[in-house]
């Protein structure tokens, strides 16, 4: 299942690299993608899992970026 979230008030792109790394790495995801650019977040993940997946995701941008939010 692939679902595309907004991110608010991302402000590097470094860190949306490093996000994508992170999130990458939750179990159930098969692809992340975070485009600083389009201030946007694609993942590919098993769709039974997606609400923990997402759960996670925005604990580890509130981790890595404190003032980024993932519009859900």
């Known amino acids: ?3 595309v979230y907004v991110l608010q ?3 590097c792109a ?3 690299a490093k996000m994508e790394r992170a999130i990458a790495k939750i179990d159930g995801v098969h692809l992340a993608n975070v485009s600083f ?3 946007k ?3 590919e993940a098993e769709e039974d899992k997606v609400d ?3 759960k996670e995701a925005v604990k580890i941008c509130k981790k890595i970026e404190p003032d980024c939010r993932i519009i859900l």
Do not use: E, H, P, V
């Open 14 to 16: 470094n860190c949306a």
């Open 37 to 39: 650019m389009s201030q």
């Open 41 to 43: 977040l694609t993942i």
């Open 9 to 11: 008030d991302l402000d």
């Open 1 to 3: 299942m692939k679902k």
């Open 52 to 54: 923990a997946i997402m």
